[in-house]
Protein backbone atom coordinates (compact mmCIF):
# COMPACT_ATOMS: atom_id res chain seq x y z
CA UNK A 1 0.00 0.00 0.00
CA UNK A 2 2.36 2.66 -1.21
CA UNK A 3 1.56 6.34 0.24
CA UNK A 4 -0.55 9.22 -1.62
CA UNK A 5 1.82 11.78 -3.61
CA UNK A 6 -0.80 14.67 -2.66
CA UNK A 7 -2.74 15.59 0.25
CA UNK A 8 -6.16 17.61 1.20
CA UNK A 9 -8.13 19.22 -2.40
CA UNK A 10 -5.40 18.42 -4.33
CA UNK A 11 -5.63 14.75 -3.78
CA UNK A 12 -9.32 14.77 -3.47
CA UNK A 13 -9.34 15.69 -6.98
CA UNK A 14 -6.73 13.94 -8.44
CA UNK A 15 -8.69 10.51 -6.53
CA UNK A 16 -11.78 11.88 -8.67
CA UNK A 17 -10.08 12.43 -12.36
CA UNK A 18 -8.46 9.05 -11.69
CA UNK A 19 -12.14 7.52 -10.72
CA UNK A 20 -13.38 9.21 -13.89
CA UNK A 21 -10.15 7.48 -15.97
CA UNK A 22 -11.25 4.28 -14.63
CA UNK A 23 -14.84 4.29 -15.50
CA UNK A 24 -13.73 5.72 -18.91
CA UNK A 25 -11.55 2.76 -19.65
CA UNK A 26 -13.88 0.09 -18.81
CA UNK A 27 -16.33 1.54 -20.99
CA UNK A 28 -14.00 2.32 -23.99
CA UNK A 29 -13.00 -1.06 -23.81
CA UNK A 30 -16.69 -2.59 -24.14
CA UNK A 31 -17.38 -3.61 -19.91
CA UNK A 32 -21.12 -3.74 -19.05
CA UNK A 33 -20.67 -3.18 -15.55
CA UNK A 34 -17.82 -1.27 -14.11
CA UNK A 35 -16.47 -0.14 -10.98
CA UNK A 36 -14.46 2.88 -9.95
CA UNK A 37 -11.32 1.05 -10.08
CA UNK A 38 -10.89 0.93 -6.71
CA UNK A 39 -8.17 4.00 -7.32
CA UNK A 40 -9.68 5.72 -3.74
CA UNK A 41 -8.04 3.00 -1.92
CA UNK A 42 -4.21 2.54 -0.92
CA UNK A 43 -5.41 -1.45 -0.05
CA UNK A 44 -8.47 -3.48 -0.74
CA UNK A 45 -8.65 -4.33 2.90
CA UNK A 46 -6.91 -0.97 4.41
CA UNK A 47 -9.33 1.15 2.21
CA UNK A 48 -12.11 0.21 4.25
CA UNK A 49 -10.51 -0.33 7.61
CA UNK A 50 -9.49 3.18 7.58
CA UNK A 51 -13.04 4.41 7.50
CA UNK A 52 -13.47 2.42 11.09
CA UNK A 53 -12.41 3.22 14.47
CA UNK A 54 -10.04 1.15 16.47
CA UNK A 55 -8.13 0.05 13.57
CA UNK A 56 -4.25 1.23 12.90
CA UNK A 57 -3.85 0.62 9.33
CA UNK A 58 -0.42 3.09 9.39
CA UNK A 59 1.54 1.25 12.27
CA UNK A 60 1.16 -2.22 11.28
CA UNK A 61 2.28 -5.48 13.19
CA UNK A 62 3.83 -8.86 11.34
CA UNK A 63 1.88 -12.28 11.45
CA UNK A 64 1.48 -15.27 10.05
CA UNK A 65 -1.55 -14.52 7.20
CA UNK A 66 -2.89 -16.19 4.52
CA UNK A 67 -1.62 -19.61 6.33
CA UNK A 68 1.59 -18.65 5.54
CA UNK A 69 1.37 -19.79 1.82
CA UNK A 70 3.44 -16.73 0.25
CA UNK A 71 5.00 -16.22 3.05
CA UNK A 72 6.32 -16.77 7.12
CA UNK A 73 4.45 -13.54 8.30
CA UNK A 74 2.95 -10.82 6.56
CA UNK A 75 2.18 -7.01 7.53
CA UNK A 76 -1.10 -6.51 9.26
CA UNK A 77 -3.24 -3.83 10.60
CA UNK A 78 -3.48 -3.79 14.16
CA UNK A 79 -7.07 -3.72 16.53
CA UNK A 80 -5.94 -1.12 18.84
CA UNK A 81 -9.70 -0.05 19.99
CA UNK A 82 -13.36 -0.78 19.59
CA UNK A 83 -14.03 -0.89 16.03
CA UNK A 84 -16.64 0.77 15.35
CA UNK A 85 -18.55 2.51 11.48
CA UNK A 86 -19.11 5.47 12.35
CA UNK A 87 -20.71 6.78 9.47
CA UNK A 88 -20.27 5.29 5.44
CA UNK A 89 -17.20 5.02 4.44
CA UNK A 90 -17.36 4.32 0.91
CA UNK A 91 -20.95 6.18 0.42
CA UNK A 92 -19.54 9.15 -1.31
CA UNK A 93 -17.31 7.14 -3.59
CA UNK A 94 -20.35 5.15 -4.68
CA UNK A 95 -22.16 8.31 -5.55
CA UNK A 96 -19.34 9.43 -7.79
CA UNK A 97 -19.01 6.72 -9.63
CA UNK A 98 -22.61 5.90 -9.90
CA UNK A 99 -23.35 10.12 -11.24
CA UNK A 100 -20.08 9.19 -14.02
CA UNK A 101 -21.78 6.03 -15.71
CA UNK A 102 -24.71 4.83 -17.09
CA UNK A 103 -23.43 0.98 -17.07
CA UNK A 104 -24.20 -1.34 -14.09
CA UNK A 105 -22.23 -0.52 -11.06
CA UNK A 106 -20.62 -2.75 -9.29
CA UNK A 107 -18.60 -1.84 -5.54
CA UNK A 108 -16.27 -3.82 -3.93
CA UNK A 109 -15.24 -4.58 0.11
CA UNK A 110 -13.55 -6.97 1.93
CA UNK A 111 -14.78 -9.85 3.26
CA UNK A 112 -15.04 -10.72 6.96
CA UNK A 113 -13.30 -13.13 6.79
CA UNK A 114 -10.28 -11.67 4.51
CA UNK A 115 -10.39 -8.71 7.27
CA UNK A 116 -10.06 -11.13 9.67
CA UNK A 117 -7.28 -13.05 8.57
CA UNK A 118 -4.89 -9.17 7.48
CA UNK A 119 -5.62 -7.75 11.23
CA UNK A 120 -3.76 -8.66 14.83
CA UNK A 121 -6.22 -8.05 17.00
CA UNK A 122 -4.88 -6.62 20.30
CA UNK A 123 -7.68 -5.67 21.66
CA UNK A 124 -10.70 -8.23 21.85
CA UNK A 125 -8.88 -11.27 22.80
CA UNK A 126 -11.74 -13.40 21.10
CA UNK A 127 -11.59 -16.30 18.21
CA UNK A 128 -12.00 -15.40 14.56
CA UNK A 129 -15.90 -16.29 14.23
CA UNK A 130 -16.91 -14.09 16.63
CA UNK A 131 -14.22 -11.26 15.03
CA UNK A 132 -15.35 -11.82 11.67
CA UNK A 133 -19.48 -11.58 12.74
CA UNK A 134 -18.27 -8.41 13.68
CA UNK A 135 -16.95 -6.88 10.66
CA UNK A 136 -19.74 -8.58 8.95
CA UNK A 137 -22.45 -6.49 10.73
CA UNK A 138 -20.58 -3.56 10.03
CA UNK A 139 -19.94 -4.73 6.68
CA UNK A 140 -23.44 -5.15 6.09
CA UNK A 141 -24.91 -1.44 7.16
CA UNK A 142 -22.10 -0.34 4.42
CA UNK A 143 -23.48 -2.85 1.76
CA UNK A 144 -27.13 -1.53 2.34
CA UNK A 145 -26.57 1.91 1.81
CA UNK A 146 -24.61 1.27 -1.11
CA UNK A 147 -27.20 -0.14 -2.76
CA UNK A 148 -29.59 2.34 -1.63
CA UNK A 149 -27.18 4.86 -3.26
CA UNK A 150 -27.64 2.92 -6.63
CA UNK A 151 -24.84 0.01 -6.67
CA UNK A 152 -26.24 -2.97 -8.59
CA UNK A 153 -23.35 -5.47 -7.57
CA UNK A 154 -22.05 -5.66 -4.22
CA UNK A 155 -19.18 -7.97 -4.23
CA UNK A 156 -16.96 -9.38 -1.30
CA UNK A 157 -13.72 -10.25 -2.13
CA UNK A 158 -12.85 -13.43 -0.24
CA UNK A 159 -9.50 -14.70 -1.06
CA UNK A 160 -9.09 -16.64 2.54
CA UNK A 161 -12.21 -18.94 0.79
CA UNK A 162 -9.02 -20.49 -0.91
CA UNK A 163 -7.28 -21.18 2.02
CA UNK A 164 -9.17 -21.65 5.01
CA UNK A 165 -11.34 -24.29 3.37
CA UNK A 166 -12.50 -25.63 7.36
CA UNK A 167 -12.97 -22.12 8.22
CA UNK A 168 -15.30 -21.38 5.52
CA UNK A 169 -17.26 -24.64 5.90
CA UNK A 170 -17.52 -24.07 9.78
CA UNK A 171 -18.92 -19.97 10.02
CA UNK A 172 -16.94 -18.36 6.43
CA UNK A 173 -20.47 -18.78 4.41
CA UNK A 174 -22.26 -17.81 7.22
CA UNK A 175 -20.40 -14.70 7.79
CA UNK A 176 -20.46 -14.09 4.17
CA UNK A 177 -24.35 -14.23 4.83
CA UNK A 178 -24.42 -11.85 7.47
CA UNK A 179 -22.55 -9.34 4.76
CA UNK A 180 -25.23 -9.55 2.35
CA UNK A 181 -28.29 -10.15 4.60
CA UNK A 182 -31.11 -7.36 2.92
CA UNK A 183 -28.98 -5.81 0.48
CA UNK A 184 -30.93 -5.07 -2.68
CA UNK A 185 -28.46 -5.58 -4.92
CA UNK A 186 -26.86 -8.55 -6.81
CA UNK A 187 -25.32 -10.27 -4.41
CA UNK A 188 -21.40 -11.80 -4.89
CA UNK A 189 -18.54 -12.75 -3.87
CA UNK A 190 -14.61 -12.95 -5.17
CA UNK A 191 -12.31 -15.81 -4.60
CA UNK A 192 -9.06 -15.90 -6.43
CA UNK A 193 -5.53 -17.27 -5.50
CA UNK A 194 -4.10 -13.69 -4.99
CA UNK A 195 -2.87 -10.67 -7.20
CA UNK A 196 -0.77 -11.14 -10.09
CA UNK A 197 2.21 -10.11 -7.89
CA UNK A 198 5.92 -11.75 -7.99
CA UNK A 199 5.47 -13.80 -4.28
CA UNK A 200 1.58 -15.10 -5.40
CA UNK A 201 3.09 -15.75 -8.75
CA UNK A 202 6.02 -17.76 -6.93
CA UNK A 203 3.25 -19.84 -5.14
CA UNK A 204 0.95 -19.93 -7.94
CA UNK A 205 3.81 -21.67 -10.17
CA UNK A 206 4.59 -24.63 -8.06
CA UNK A 207 1.05 -25.32 -6.60
CA UNK A 208 -0.38 -28.46 -7.32
CA UNK A 209 -3.29 -28.19 -5.59
CA UNK A 210 -6.28 -26.49 -7.17
CA UNK A 211 -9.04 -28.81 -5.56
CA UNK A 212 -10.55 -25.73 -3.37
CA UNK A 213 -13.11 -24.29 -5.13
CA UNK A 214 -14.50 -28.26 -4.68
CA UNK A 215 -14.99 -27.72 -1.67
CA UNK A 216 -16.32 -24.16 -1.84
CA UNK A 217 -18.44 -24.21 -4.45
CA UNK A 218 -21.11 -26.82 -3.40
CA UNK A 219 -21.47 -25.03 0.13
CA UNK A 220 -21.77 -21.14 -1.81
CA UNK A 221 -24.85 -23.33 -4.39
CA UNK A 222 -26.58 -23.44 -0.99
CA UNK A 223 -26.20 -19.96 0.12
CA UNK A 224 -27.60 -17.07 -0.74
CA UNK A 225 -25.14 -15.41 -3.22
CA UNK A 226 -25.97 -14.47 -6.73
CA UNK A 227 -22.89 -14.76 -8.65
CA UNK A 228 -19.53 -16.20 -8.09
CA UNK A 229 -16.24 -14.87 -9.27
CA UNK A 230 -13.63 -17.16 -9.73
CA UNK A 231 -9.96 -17.57 -11.49
CA UNK A 232 -9.85 -19.80 -14.01
CA UNK A 233 -6.95 -18.03 -16.42
CA UNK A 234 -3.81 -18.15 -14.70
CA UNK A 235 -4.79 -20.93 -12.07
CA UNK A 236 -4.68 -25.12 -12.52
CA UNK A 237 -8.49 -25.47 -11.43
CA UNK A 238 -10.55 -28.22 -13.95
CA UNK A 239 -13.33 -25.99 -15.32
CA UNK A 240 -15.71 -28.81 -14.36
CA UNK A 241 -15.84 -27.98 -10.79
CA UNK A 242 -17.68 -24.84 -12.21
CA UNK A 243 -20.95 -27.34 -12.62
CA UNK A 244 -21.21 -26.96 -8.82
CA UNK A 245 -22.35 -24.10 -8.94
CA UNK A 246 -25.38 -25.05 -9.91
CA UNK A 247 -28.02 -21.90 -10.65
CA UNK A 248 -25.32 -18.85 -9.92
CA UNK A 249 -23.91 -16.87 -12.13
CA UNK A 250 -20.22 -17.57 -13.22
CA UNK A 251 -18.07 -14.40 -13.11
CA UNK A 252 -15.36 -16.51 -15.15
CA UNK A 253 -11.92 -15.88 -15.01
CA UNK A 254 -10.76 -15.31 -18.88
CA UNK A 255 -8.45 -12.72 -18.38
CA UNK A 256 -4.30 -13.69 -16.89
CA UNK A 257 -3.58 -10.68 -14.35
CA UNK A 258 0.02 -11.71 -13.69
CA UNK A 259 1.67 -10.91 -17.04
CA UNK A 260 2.02 -8.05 -19.12
CA UNK A 261 1.10 -10.17 -22.17
CA UNK A 262 -2.04 -9.37 -23.28
CA UNK A 263 -4.43 -11.88 -24.31
CA UNK A 264 -6.02 -11.96 -28.09
CA UNK A 265 -9.40 -12.38 -28.49
CA UNK A 266 -9.37 -15.52 -30.11
CA UNK A 267 -7.75 -16.97 -27.00
CA UNK A 268 -10.29 -15.07 -24.78
CA UNK A 269 -13.10 -16.62 -27.08
CA UNK A 270 -11.22 -20.36 -26.77
CA UNK A 271 -11.81 -20.38 -22.48
CA UNK A 272 -15.26 -19.10 -23.09
CA UNK A 273 -15.95 -21.90 -24.89
CA UNK A 274 -14.45 -24.56 -22.63
CA UNK A 275 -16.19 -22.56 -20.08
CA UNK A 276 -19.79 -23.30 -21.42
CA UNK A 277 -19.04 -27.18 -21.91
CA UNK A 278 -19.71 -26.76 -18.08
CA UNK A 279 -22.13 -23.30 -17.66
CA UNK A 280 -25.05 -22.24 -19.61
CA UNK A 281 -24.83 -19.16 -21.41
CA UNK A 282 -27.12 -16.94 -19.63
CA UNK A 283 -24.91 -17.78 -16.39
CA UNK A 284 -21.55 -17.05 -17.85
CA UNK A 285 -20.35 -13.40 -17.13
CA UNK A 286 -16.94 -13.15 -18.70
CA UNK A 287 -14.58 -11.55 -16.27
CA UNK A 288 -10.90 -10.96 -15.12
CA UNK A 289 -9.36 -13.36 -12.53
CA UNK A 290 -8.50 -10.75 -10.02
CA UNK A 291 -8.15 -7.19 -10.03
CA UNK A 292 -5.27 -5.20 -12.48
CA UNK A 293 -3.62 -3.17 -10.21
CA UNK A 294 -0.20 -5.16 -10.86
CA UNK A 295 -0.20 -4.44 -14.42
CA UNK A 296 0.13 -1.18 -16.67
CA UNK A 297 -2.22 1.06 -18.15
CA UNK A 298 -1.68 -0.62 -21.71
CA UNK A 299 -1.63 -4.09 -20.42
CA UNK A 300 -4.75 -3.25 -18.48
CA UNK A 301 -6.70 -1.31 -21.29
CA UNK A 302 -5.38 -4.68 -24.03
CA UNK A 303 -6.95 -7.03 -21.55
CA UNK A 304 -10.04 -5.26 -21.18
CA UNK A 305 -10.78 -5.04 -24.77
CA UNK A 306 -9.59 -8.73 -25.09
CA UNK A 307 -12.28 -9.69 -22.14
CA UNK A 308 -14.93 -7.34 -24.25
CA UNK A 309 -13.91 -8.57 -28.09
CA UNK A 310 -13.62 -12.40 -27.09
CA UNK A 311 -17.16 -12.44 -25.68
CA UNK A 312 -18.55 -10.44 -28.24
CA UNK A 313 -16.86 -13.50 -30.55
CA UNK A 314 -18.69 -16.45 -28.58
CA UNK A 315 -21.77 -14.37 -28.37
CA UNK A 316 -22.12 -13.75 -31.92
CA UNK A 317 -21.68 -17.51 -32.28
CA UNK A 318 -24.19 -18.34 -30.00
CA UNK A 319 -26.41 -16.18 -31.28
CA UNK A 320 -25.73 -17.60 -35.09
CA UNK A 321 -26.68 -21.18 -33.54
CA UNK A 322 -29.55 -20.13 -31.95
CA UNK A 323 -28.58 -20.61 -28.44
CA UNK A 324 -29.06 -18.34 -25.99
CA UNK A 325 -27.52 -15.36 -25.69
CA UNK A 326 -24.15 -15.10 -23.32
CA UNK A 327 -23.97 -12.35 -20.67
CA UNK A 328 -22.14 -8.94 -20.86
CA UNK A 329 -18.80 -8.70 -19.04
ZN1 LIG B 1 -8.71 -11.50 -6.46
Known sequence: SAPWRLAGQELSDAQDDAVRLAMLDQEQAGLKTVTDGEVRRRHYIWGFLDGLTGIDTENLAKARSRGGRYAETTEVARIVGPVERK????????????AATSQRLKVTMPGAMTIVDSVADEYYGVDRKTLAMKFAAILNAEARELAAAGADVIQFDEP????YLDEVEAWGIEALEACLEGVSARHAVHICYGYGTPTVL?????NTDWGHYGVTFPLLA???????SVECAASGVDLAVLRELAEKDVMF?????GT??????DMVAGRLRRALQYVPAERLFPCTDCGLVPRSREASQGKMRALAEGAAIVRAELTSTKRRELAVP
Open 253 to 257: GAIDV
Open 222 to 228: KSSVNQV
Open 160 to 163: CFNI
Open 202 to 206: AWKKQ
Open 87 to 98: GPVLLEACQFAR
Open 260 to 265: EEVETA
